[in-house]
């Protein structure tokens, strides 16, 4: 079994995802009520809805300018702690009941995180995120992002300079639609997640890289970051991720991964929109077959809006796709494991959101994969060889605080919140095949609904 | 905003006399559009209530106020400490129209409001501030 899902993942990192159980799949959520004390604005100030990730522009400019802006006052602790608790019902039973839990109406302390997240410096700061996932029972860092900036000035136009040492290629975007940071913000681990996605979206923990990146005249947005893969110990050492739980060879870097951005940013204070394209390049080879090297070249565009107003009425659009190609020099040549030399996986993702009083939120999504037919790569559990997944995310919640005038601001911190992710496809259709029972299952049979509490102090 | 319905006429009251007695060109703005402003403006690093400080200090009686002279808050730059300035609606209205021309190397990470009838309004927002 494990020598499948090895050759398999490491034809494909991107469609492993897609086929791997869901309980794998940890969604990272971050809230970082640490910055708020540091710069004595309220959580609502950098977050739409008062509570984390969503980014305003004033949060952008903060993560843009190292974590490092400040209310001048010395004495700031940059530590912060969060917590993720929620029920997990699916439509029918999962195929395989995970370890320590049941096959259905599961409740969990998905993950309990401690934060590294601040100002070191005038010009360093931090978002570091350690995780204990109460579902996979391990502990991993999550989240490497130690940042310099600097203000620079050429002529009579103004912009920011920085430099990123990370371990995931989008963690460093300053918008809402890119991998990391794009909705949902949590989503249960004993969910089916939203598909196939492309390498770029899967790196999370199994790469460090270093990035350059300017903000320039406050509405040029360039980056660029080279990524080298870390070894397996190394990976089962610090993350969590299928890597560790799945003892899955990640495969290595043939050379650097390379991640670029391009965006253009407008705010306007009472509404803001960006509009941008994105690309990550990796040729990834067996660490223990050294040689030909599968090729990913994932290319996006994505554009955001936001309408802030004076913060009564909030109203967001947040869109991306993403096409990648692959090129299975391994995978085809060497391991006949694809059909197909060549392939191409295409993702796109939407969400709306809205929030009154920066308390009540409504949020629904669209999420859409498609993929060329592959029967190596898909056909085990796809009736038609296809990645294809498609369905809509539906999330309605509460955030007492965060507030500026919020009881105990700004240290507590909490969302209550329900969402239900309903599918039209997976795997290539309607129905699909469980891999597990070896039986015909419905798309609609993962449809989820989770009602989560999520603290951050 | 929360002010309640007597106590912000008051203080709309008391924000015209400040600027009848100021003498100066500036329109009389709206409050009430102010306080909007001021929350897409300004509400992200300063606060509208007494005492309390974010990136920039409260703008809690800032009228008649010299600058850099919130004594709890840290974060003023040189430049602002050295301005000598004293913050009437009319200096007012000229550093939120450009900050960086009336302090060069402040810290604020402003570019301004253009529009006059804009920064009038929440002007008057701020000198109705109690």
């Not at chain 1, 802006?69 to 702690?81: E, Q, R, Y």
């Not at chain 1, 989240?143 to 040492?165: C, H, M």
């Not at chain 1, 509404?271 to 090729?295: C, I, K, T, Y």
């Not at chain 1, 802030?308 to 020099?329: D, M, P």
Request: with cysteine.
């Amino acid at each position: 079994m494990i020598g499948s899902i090895k050759r398999r993942l490491f034809a494909s990192a991107a469609v492993a995802g897609g086929v791997l159980l869901a309980v794998t799949l940890n969604t990272p959520a971050e809230a970082v009520p640490s910055y708020a004390r540091q710069t004595g604005s309220d959580c609502a100030a950098c977050h739409v809805g008062g509570f984390g990730p969503q980014l305003t522009p004033y949060g952008v400019k903060f993560k843009l300018g190292a974590y490092t802006d400040t209310d001048g006052k010395d004495g700031k602790v940059p530590l912060s702690a969060m917590a993720v608790m929620n029920w997990t019902r699916t439509a029918k039973d999962l195929p395989e009941a995970p370890a320590h839990f049941n096959s259905n109406n599961n409740s969990a302390v998905q993950e309990v995180s401690a934060f590294l997240a601040g100002r070191l410096t005038d010009s360093i700061g931090t978002f570091v995120q350690a995780t204990y996932s109460g579902v996979d029972r391990v502990s991993s860092l999550d989240q490497l992002d130690v940042r310099y900036a600097r203000a620079l000035k050429i002529g009579d136009k103004e912009g920011v300079f920085g430099v990123s040492f990370n371990n995931n290629p989008t963690l460093t975007d300053p918008f809402n639609t890119l991998g990391q940071w794009r909705f949902p913000y949590t989503a249960s681990d004993f969910g089916f997640g939203t598909g196939a996605s492309p390498l770029v979206e899967n790196l999370a923990g199994s790469v460090l890289g270093l990035n350059a990146y300017t903000l320039w005249d406050n509405n040029f947005y360039a980056e660029l970051g080279l990524y080298n893969s870390v070894s397996k110990s190394t990976a089962n050492k610090l993350n969590n991720s299928q890597v560790a739980v799945g003892a899955i060879d990640p495969g290595k870097f043939s050379g650097p991964g390379t991640y670029w951005r391009l965006a253009y940013f407008k705010d306007m204070k009472r509404d803001n929109f960006s509009v941008g394209l994105f690309g990550f390049n990796a040729r990834v080879e067996n660490v223990d077959d050294p040689g030909r090297a599968d090729r990913y070249r994932d290319v996006g565009v994505d554009a955001a809006y936001q309408f802030l107003g004076n913060r009564e009425h909030i109203f967001t659009v947040n869109a991306s796709y993403v096409r990648e190609w692959q090129k299975l020099n391994y995978t085809f040549d060497t391991l006949a494991a694809s059909e197909n030399k060549n392939n191409t996986l295409n993702n796109f993702r939407v969400a709306t959101s809205y929030h009154y009083n920066q308390s009540w939120g409504a949020t629904a999504g669209l999420f859409k994969t498609t993929g060329r037919a592959d029967s190596g790569l898909y056909g085990a559990s796809s009736y038609n060889n296809k990645p294809d997944t498609a369905g809509y995310l539906l999330q309605a919640d509460w955030t007492p605080w965060g507030k500026e005038s919020s009881w105990g601001a700004p240290w507590a911190n909490a969302r209550l919140g329900l969402q239900y992710t309903g599918y039209s496809r997976f795997n290539g259709g309607s129905h699909y095949i469980d891999e597990v029972n070896g039986v015909d299952r419905k798309a609609s049979a993962n449809n989820t609904t989770m009602l989560f509490l999520w603290l951050a102090i | 905003m929360i002010m309640e319905p007597m106590r912000r006429r008051g203080a709309l009251v008391a924000g015209c006399l400040l600027l009848a007695v100021a003498g100066h060109a500036l329109a009389a703005g709206d409050a009430r559009r102010g306080a909007d402003l001021f929350a897409e403006e300004c509400g992200d690093c300063h606060s509208a209530v007494p005492g309390k400080n974010k990136k920039g200090p409260t703008l809690t009686g800032v009228n008649g106020r010299k600058a850099a002279s919130v004594a709890d808050f840290a974060g003023y730059s040189d430049s602002m400490r050295q301005s000598g300035i004293v913050w009437t609606s009319d200096r007012i209205d000229a550093y939120i129209a450009a900050p960086k021309k009336i302090v060069p190397g402040g810290k604020m990470k402003y570019d301004g409001l253009a529009d006059a009838a804009a920064r009038a309004d929440v002007i008057a927002y701020l000198l109705a501030l109690k």
